[in-house]
């Protein structure tokens, strides 16, 4: 069983930065292929990043393509996610989730573990 607990979220203006950390306990995290998806209200949860286990691999949705980078450290067991040049349209609760069949994964389906989310607000 893993628990991941999501923090670094908050409210900034359009263009601003926030750096969101997900620390997982239990489990091996370095086994897990992680993710972060968003969901604003009234809509349904989607995808925004994954990693691999090792790092080697990264994908993002085109929405938020060259402007959030994700990463990890397998030895502090915790995966970020760097959010920069931020939109209006970023306003959403961040979670953070875990997979333990996938080596990396854009499906919501294929997470078997998720955190309870951060909120990030931007302003215009």
């Known amino acids: 069983q893993v628990q991941l607990v999501e923090s670094g979220g908050g409210s900034v203006q359009a263009g601003g930065s926030l750096r969101l950390s997900c620390a997982a306990s239990g489990g091996t995290f370095s086994n897990y292929g992680m993710g972060w998806f968003r969901q604003a209200p009234g809509k349904e949860r989607e995808f925004v990043s994954t990693i691999s286990w090792s790092s080697a691999t990264t994908h993002y949705a085109d929405s938020v393509k060259g402007r959030f980078t994700i990463s990890r450290d397998n030895a502090k067991k915790t995966v970020y996610l760097k959010m920069s040049n931020l939109k209006p349209e970023d306003t959403a609760v961040y979670y953070c989730?875990?997979?333990?069949?996938?080596?990396?994964?854009?499906?919501?389906?294929?997470?078997?573990?998720w955190g309870q989310g951060t909120q990030v607000t931007v302003s215009s």
């Open positions: 989730a875990a997979s333990s069949g996938t080596y990396y994964s854009t499906l919501r389906g294929e997470y078997d573990y």
